[in-house]
């Protein structure tokens, strides 16, 4: 279960998952770093239209923006990685819990939402949520939304301590 510290939150997160992790978190990086928008339906899912009756206004607004929240998000993707990296260095590693601090929060739940996403555009997860059962991604994007269900506990728990 996820706590939370005086200092940030405490997510239970086992060696092999931080590396799993990792590796999407790599693998994401490299979409938001090798694809333009329009080449890919999941990239395109991370920027989605914000005017769905005016193409015209959503191409501008995206034209306009697109690059940097493409730039955000990989930043918080960088910053996942880092926190990942420092807990191969710390005793947690060995008890399963990773330490996020205050500030690492915010970072955490956008890029383990904006994978979600991504992995549900692979899967065809749009408005009617029926998946191939036996896709092993399934499995990860269920993975994902539990690590981000109790991220998201743990930092509601931290926003009223």
Do not use: K
């Amino acid at each position: 279960m996820s706590g939370t510290t005086g200092s940030g939150v405490r997510l239970p997160l086992q060696a092999i998952e931080a590396q799993h992790l990792g590796d999407l978190v790599q693998q994401f990086l490299d979409l938001l770093q090798h694809t333009e928008i329009g080449q890919d339906a999941a990239l395109d899912r991370l920027t989605p239209a914000v005017y769905p009756d005016d193409d015209g206004a959503s191409a501008e607004f995206a034209e306009a923006t697109s690059a940097e929240l493409l730039d955000r998000r990989a930043a918080d993707a960088r910053a996942v990685q880092a926190t990942l990296g420092a807990l191969a260095e710390t005793p947690d590693a060995v008890r399963g819990e990773l330490l996020l601090g205050a500030s690492e929060v915010d970072a955490w739940l956008r890029t383990l939402a904006a994978l979600r996403l991504v992995i549900a555009s692979r899967l065809g997860i749009e408005d009617d949520p029926d998946p191939d059962l036996s896709d092993p991604r399934l499995g990860v994007y269920e993975w994902l939304g539990y690590r981000l269900e109790l991220l998201v506990e743990a930092a509601d728990a931290l926003d009223e301590a």
